[in-house]
């Protein structure tokens, strides 16, 4: 024999009148707090404000900016052996610091060193020939 239909469920309100308040209340509080923004963003008139509207950027750049250099992500392939080295390396600092350095601040120090030595060294040939082939001639 089919059963009837269920029962509907009634809701009850569980926490009570005060979460919810009416819409003049919130209209209020609203009126009110625009008023005090816009109260706080037109100073006192006085002799001493300047003429130039609040409106108005300066062109003028802070000289407290830090310059900081900015993490890139990029892929790049590299040899197994390379990989193999450098967790070979990890392991090392891990050992000597108690903390695993991530594969990434690895290469990082590593393409640090080489553009270091790579502009030393390119400093130091800078107008001499290298290959002796290719000396300018005279």
Do not use: C
Request: overall charge neutral.
């Amino acid at each position: 024999m089919p059963r009837g239909k269920r029962t509907p469920i009634e809701y009850k309100t569980q926490f009570g009148d005060g979460i919810f308040r009416t819409r003049e209340i919130v209209d209020a509080e609203r009126a009110e707090v625009e008023e005090t923004e816009t109260a706080d963003l037109v100073p006192p008139i006085s002799e001493s404000t300047s003429t130039v509207p609040l409106s108005v950027r300066s062109t003028e750049r802070p000289n407290d900016r830090i310059r900081v250099r900015q993490q890139v992500r990029h892929s790049f392939d590299i040899w197994h052996d390379q990989l193999q080295e450098l967790a070979q390396i990890q392991v090392q600092m891990f050992g000597q610091t108690g903390r695993k350095p991530k594969v990434g601040e690895l290469v990082r120090e590593a393409l640090d060193a080489y553009i270091g030595a790579r502009k030393r060294t390119v400093e130091r040939t800078n107008g001499r020939a290298r290959d002796p082939e290719r000396a300018p001639t005279e």
